[in-house]
T-cell receptor, first 115, second 111 residues
Framework: DAGVTQSPTHLIKTRGQQVTLRCSPI?????VSWYQQVLGQGPQFIFQ???????GRGNFPDRFSARQFPNYSSELNVNALLLGDSALYLC??????????????FGDGTRLSIL | AQSVSQHNHHVILSEAASLELGCNYS??????LFWYVQYPGQHLQLLLK??????LVKGIKGFEAEFIKSKFSFNLRKPSVQWSDTAEYFC?????????FGTGTRLQVFP
């Protein structure tokens, strides 16, 4: 079975630009979460979506937004990119938001570099 | 808000040595605890999880963890490490359905 797939794998942008990252969850998983992993740190929660509704938001500015589509895939958008947005962006899917139902499974991530 | 501390940032061991990685979370109540591993060039993989019941949890690849509620701890152990255990290890706790991760521990195992 396919795992969580993310695209693109790598991306290079300049300050001020906008970026869209994509995620396809494991088949049957209805919840998608996004995390930012800066080098040398653990992943930090950005968003969680379930059944196309935002279920949770981390401590990130409004430049970060996301959505979930009817097929449960998701996009993360970041506007007005800053150097500090350089990171590995991880997508995780689970059956439901409540992790007692099933754990989160992570994709390989999108490596975003801001010049 | 919930937080997670991993005090060992970098651990270097020889093969066959025993491993214990520390993990502490900030406050009590009902918690769900996880250990994830990230092998070089690979995605985060779940090693083990604790929701309730027996505080000694067994995971994949010979790893286990013990939940000690009084100490707010969930330490990861393995009696005998292998070179293939070289990876970064993350402890995580749930906070209203989202995962809060620690900063990770880099484990290097030498033959």
């Amino acid at each position: 079975d396919a795992g969580v797939t993310q695209s693109p794998t790598h991306l290079i942008k300049t300050r001020g630009q906008q970026v869209t990252l994509r995620c396809s969850p494991i088949s049957g998983h209805k919840s998608v979460s996004w995390y930012q992993q800066v080098l040398g740190q653990g992943p930090q929660f950005i968003f969680q979506y379930y059944e196309k509704e935002e279920r949770g938001r981390g401590n990130f500015p409004d430049r970060f937004s996301a959505r979930q589509f009817p097929n449960y895939s998701s996009e993360l958008n970041v506007n007005a990119l800053l150097l500090g947005d350089s990171a590995l962006y991880l997508c995780a899917s689970s059956l439901a938001p409540h992790l007692v139902v099933g754990p989160q499974h992570f994709g390989d991530g999108t490596r975003l570099s801001i010049l | 808000a919930q937080s997670v501390s991993q005090h060992n940032h970098h651990v270097i061991l020889s093969e066959a040595a025993s491993l214990e990685l520390g993990c502490n979370y900030s406050y009590g109540g009902t918690v769900n605890l996880f250990w994830y591993v990230q092998y070089p060039g690979q995605h985060l993989q779940l090693l083990l999880k604790y929701f309730s019941g027996d505080p000694l949890v067994k995971g994949i690849k010979g790893f286990e963890a013990e939940f000690i509620k009084s100490k707010f701890s969930f330490n990861l152990r393995k009696p005998s490490v292998q070179w293939s255990d070289t990876a970064e290890y993350f402890c995580a706790v749930t906070d209203t359905d989202k995962l809060i991760f620690g900063t990770g521990t880099r484990l290097q195992v030498f033959p």
